[in-house]
């Protein structure tokens, strides 16, 4: 039974969703040492999350930035909380619905991930930095 | 400390949302050799995804059908990922509200979900076939 | 490698959100003695949830009920789950957006939140009892 944990700063992407799959396993290279685990990806934000979608055909993340932003609209009359832009409370919201972390299994030292599935960075402010995310992998 | 992790394909079901549970307990026999633990349970697929909700009344799965048909309609104007049918962009959206796993505890060889809680598949494709599910169970 | 486990009853709280980060930490001391581990939050109901958002402006969370009221309305026409009450569908399907677990890193005896990170109690439901929680803390 072995643990690693690694926390890293992704590059600054812009507002969207983006495939980060291989920074994941780039900056984790222990997954390959794992049989039968886990993998926990988590990001230390609230306006940004993580999610697991299509990893072929880049207008289906065209299409998650135009639906949520038809679902969580910026604007909105009944938001209080509007002194960050109008891009931040849609973001918050936007975090949750989407979630903060995966998990993922881990099966002879690869992401045991479907043909299609690959993890989205899902950044919802206009001006974002480079985000933090901790992976933690554990197994046998 | 144990780990065990089974791959297994699900029967195929029509769209909408599925009571599973009993379809994780059967096939992932260990957990009854778990005293603390968790259960992981993944679906290696963008178009369906997995929750726990409500486990007795089936109107609860035929409203949920109704309500994320509506937040999340098929031939929305500004959808681009329009080649695999009218069903599919909204498959894609519906897998990440809902996300690709739930974790469980498991207390005394037992998952310890609520005394209402069950898994639901959420099928959001018209003619899938059966999905692919990775159980990955670790405890002492 | 150590598991510990508690499942305890939070206090009765209003429909809305609010934030449980301290009650997850002083009912698991446990946290303290792990290096490197997860932290696995679970709720054992079906009308309430848990997430990840913002710990400082309380107008945030305000804006959370707000707009999950907006985007799963309660009395939609196509509802037939409804002996319950009206805010009884809409709290499984918000359940279901939000999720019933998060899972959060834990490093050097700490919860390794980001510094505006806190753990959202989604209560949907008018007139809840305390809702059950379990924590499972796995690490080395």
Redesign the interface.
């Known amino acids: 039974?072995s643990?690693?944990?690694h926390?890293f700063r992704l590059p600054s992407f812009k507002r969207g969703f983006h495939l980060i799959t291989h920074l994941i396993e780039s900056n984790v290279a222990e997954i390959q040492k794992v049989g039968?685990?886990?993998a926990?990806v988590?990001?230390?934000?609230?306006s940004a999350g993580l999610?697991?979608?299509?990893n072929a055909?880049p207008?289906?993340r065209?299409?998650?930035e135009?639906?949520f932003n038809?679902?969580?609209p910026e604007n909105?009359p009944?938001?209080?909380?509007t002194y960050e832009g109008s891009d931040d409370?849609p973001a918050?919201?936007k975090?949750?619905?989407?979630?903060?972390?995966?998990?993922?299994?881990i099966?002879n030292g690869r992401l045991?991930?479907?043909?299609?599935?690959g993890v989205?960075l899902c950044e919802h402010r206009n001006h974002a930095s480079g985000r933090?995310i901790?992976v933690?992998v554990?197994?046998?």
């Open positions: 039974m643990w690693y944990q926390t039968i685990g886990l926990h988590f990001i230390h934000h609230t999610t697991l979608n299509e055909d207008t289906v065209v299409d998650f135009s639906h038809k679902m969580v909105a009944y938001y209080r909380h409370m918050h919201i975090a949750s619905l989407l979630g903060s972390s995966v998990t993922i299994p099966s045991n991930l479907g043909t299609w599935q989205y933090r901790t933690t554990q197994g046998e």
